[in-house]
C-alpha cells in the first residue's frame, strides 16, 4: 500500500512539463483601452490564436493579471505616454516569464531600444501589426522548440491556520518535503515575517532570508536567488523568514509578487507558510495561490476561528474551490465530530491528519519531517495523501484518518 503511494508521487514527475506540439499558447493582451484590447484579439484570433476576454486587461494593471494568469506571450500595446509604457515593460517583466510583444509607433528609435532594454522580447509597428504579427508568432514558436519543452509555472500552495497550534507549519514543512524527496523540486517560503519558525523545525541555518530578497529585488537575478535558498536533507529549499522582525516592512506585496515570480520557473511546487493575520502581504500570496491548504484543528474554539476566517477569505473574492481544509491533530480526546466540525464550517473537511504528539515533537527535536521519519505511521501515510492531493494525485484512503 505505502510503495503504491510512493509510486503515485513519481508518476507525476513530468507534470510539469509538456511536449512542444501539444499545447497552444497562452496569450494575454493588455492595452490602455478596452477597444485596443478586442483590436488586438481580433488580429490574434485571425492569426489562429483567440484570446479569451479574460486574459484581456488595462495596461495599468498588465503585471499584476500577468503574474496571476500565467501567459506564455504577452502582447502590450504601448500606444500612450513614453514612461507610462515603458513602466509597464518593466513591471510585466518583473512579474512574469512570458514572451513579452510590445506594439507601438517605431518612429522613436530610442523609445524601441528602451523598450528592449526593459525587457520586451520584441518590438513590433503598430502601422504593420497585421503583416509583422505571424512572424513574431513564428519566432515565439522556434524560441519554443529550441527551449525543448514548455515550462507549465510552478503551482502554487498556501498553507494557513486558522488559529495558533493548529500546526500549519508542520503541515507545510512536510508537503514540502514529500514533494520534493520524490524528485519534484520545491521550494518553501516563510512568510511568516514576524514569527516565522521553520528554520528551527528543520534544524537549518539559513544564510539569506525573504527580506534580503526583497530589500535587493532589483538587483536579484535568478542565479543570485539560486543561492538564496537552504537546502534540507528531505529535498525541499527554503527561504527563510527574517532573522529581525523590524525587516519584515521591507517585504511588500509588489517584492513578493516579484518573488514568486522569478521562483515558479525554478519549483514545480512553492509551498508559501502565512500567518492570519491577512495584510496586504498575505492577501497577495493568497491570490497568487492555486491551492490553499487551511489547517485547523477540530475543538470548539479553534472551528469558531476557522469560520470566521473562512468567511473573511470569501468575502475576499478567494474562491471557495481553491481552499481545502485540513483537520490536523484528528482524534484528540473531547473534539467536535468530524459532522458537527463540517456543519459548523460550512464545508467539507477535505483531509484529516491524525494527533500524535510524540512523533511529531520528536521529529521537530531532531529537525526532521515526521512523515519521512515515520514512514509506516498513521500520520505519515495522512500526510502521503495530502501530498499525493496537492500532486493531482488521490488514494483511496484519501481523507481517512
Not at 15 to 22: A, G, H, L, S
Not at 102 to 121: K, N, S, T, W, Y
Not at 227 to 240: D, N, P, V
Not at 296 to 319: C, H, K, P, Q, Y
Request: hydrophobic letters at 45%.
Amino acid at each position: 500500500m505505502f510503495r503504491k503511494l510512493e509510486q503515485l508521487i513519481r508518476i507525476s514527475t513530468g507534470e510539469t512539463t509538456v511536449p512542444v506540439d501539444q499545447r497552444q499558447p497562452r496569450i494575454m493582451i493588455a492595452a490602455g483601452e478596452e477597444l485596443r484590447c478586442r483590436e488586438l484579439g481580433e488580429l490574434m484570433c485571425q492569426q489562429g490564436h483567440p484570446v479569451a476576454s479574460g486574459l484581456m486587461a488595462p495596461l495599468s494593471l498588465a503585471a499584476d493579471r500577468a503574474s496571476r494568469s500565467h501567459p506564455d506571450i504577452l502582447v502590450l500595446a504601448l500606444d500612450g505616454d513614453l514612461d507610462t509604457s515603458l513602466a509597464a515593460v518593466r513591471q510585466t517583466r518583473s512579474s512574469c516569464t512570458a514572451y513579452i510583444v510590445a506594439v507601438g509607433p517605431a518612429d522613436d528609435g530610442q523609445f524601441i531600444l528602451r523598450c528592449l532594454h526593459e525587457g520586451a522580447d520584441e518590438f513590433l509597428d503598430t502601422r504593420r501589426l497585421a503583416d509583422d504579427l505571424a512572424g513574431a508568432l513564428l519566432r515565439f514558436g522556434a524560441k519554443r522548440k529550441l527551449d525543448g519543452n514548455t515550462v507549465v509555472p510552478g503551482k502554487v500552495i498556501s498553507v494557513i491556520g486558522a488559529s495558533g497550534g493548529a500546526g500549519a507549519s508542520t503541515i507545510a514543512a512536510n508537503v514540502a518535503g514529500l514533494l520534493a524527496n520524490k524528485h519534484q523540486p520545491c521550494g518553501l517560503f516563510d512568510l511568516r515575517l514576524e514569527s516565522g519558525d521553520l528554520a528551527a523545525l528543520l534544524s537549518l541555518a539559513p544564510q539569506h532570508t525573504v527580506a534580503e530578497f526583497c530589500a535587493n529585488a532589483a538587483r536579484v537575478d535568478r542565479n543570485v536567488l539560486d543561492q538564496m535558498f537552504t537546502r534540507h536533507g528531505s529535498g525541499l529549499e527554503l527561504l527563510a523568514a527574517p532573522w529581525d522582525p523590524r525587516q519584515a516592512s521591507v517585504v511588500t506585496p509588489q517584492s513578493l509578487r516579484l518573488l514568486l515570480a522569478m521562483s515558479r520557473p525554478k519549483f514545480p511546487y512553492l509551498v508559501l507558510d502565512l500567518d492570519n493575520r491577512l495584510g496586504d502581504l498575505h492577501v497577495e500570496a493568497l491570490w497568487q495561490s492555486d491551492l490553499i491548504l487551511f489547517v485547523t484543528r477540530l475543538d470548539f474554539l479553534s472551528v469558531r476561528s476557522a469560520r470566521r476566517l473562512l468567511d473573511r477569505l470569501l468575502e475576499m473574492g478567494i474562491e471557495a474551490e481553491r481552499i481545502e481544509v485540513v483537520a490536523n491533530r484528528y482524534k484528540q480526546p473531547r473534539e467536535l465530530s468530524r459532522a458537527h466540525a463540517e456543519t459548523a464550517l460550512g464545508t467539507k473537511i477535505a483531509h484529516f491528519v491524525v494527533d500524535d504528539a510524540g512523533r511529531a515533537n520528536l521529529s521537530a527535536n531532531e529537525g526532521k519531517l515526521v512523515s519521512l521519519q515515520s514512514r509506516w505511521t498513521t500520520i505519515s501515510r495522512n500526510l502521503y495523501n495530502l501530498a499525493l492531493s496537492v500532486n493531482g494525485r488521490q488514494s483511496s484512503r484519501r481523507g481517512a484518518a
